[in-house]
Nanobody
C-alpha cells in the first residue's frame, strides 16, 4: 500500500497551494482519507478528512473556510486545496488512510510533503 503525497512548496502568506495524494495497493472502500501536518517542534495535527465512499468532509477549526479536501470521481486522487495560507500553516503535510475515526488510528501513512509559508 502506498500513499504518495506531492505538491508542497514555498509560498508567501496569502497564496494558495494544492496538495495531492494518490493511494494505491488496495481498495479503500470504507476508509477515511486524512490529511495531517506536523510543524517543527510540534505534535502531529489533524487537518481534515474525506469519506472515500461518500465524499463527506470534516476539518480542523483552524483551517475551516481556507482549506478544502476533495477527490476525483474515479477515487484515484485526494486533493487538499489550501487558500489564504498563513505562516502558521508551515509544516510537513501527510496523507493517511484510516478505517476507524478520522482523528484516530491510521492504518496507512504516506511520506510527507513540505509546505513553507513565508510572511
Amino acid at each position: 500500500v502506498q500513499l504518495q503525497a506531492s505538491g508542497g512548496g514555498l509560498v508567501q502568506a496569502g497564496d494558495s497551494l494544492r496538495l495531492q495524494c494518490v493511494p494505491s495497493g488496495r481498495t479503500f472502500r470504507g476508509f477515511g482519507m486524512v490529511w495531517w501536518r506536523q510543524a517543527p517542534g510540534k505534535e502531529r495535527e489533524f487537518v481534515g478528512a474525506i469519506n472515500w465512499d461518500e465524499g463527506n468532509t470534516v476539518y480542523e477549526d483552524s483551517v475551516t473556510g481556507r482549506f478544502t479536501i476533495s477527490r476525483d470521481n474515479a477515487k484515484t486522487t485526494m486533493y487538499l486545496q489550501m487558500n489564504n495560507l498563513k505562516p502558521e500553516d508551515t509544516a510537513i503535510y501527510y496523507c493517511a488512510a484510516g478505517s476507524a475515526s478520522p482523528r484516530g488510528y491510521m492504518d496507512y501513512w504516506g511520506k510527507g510533503t513540505q509546505v513553507t509559508v513565508s510572511s
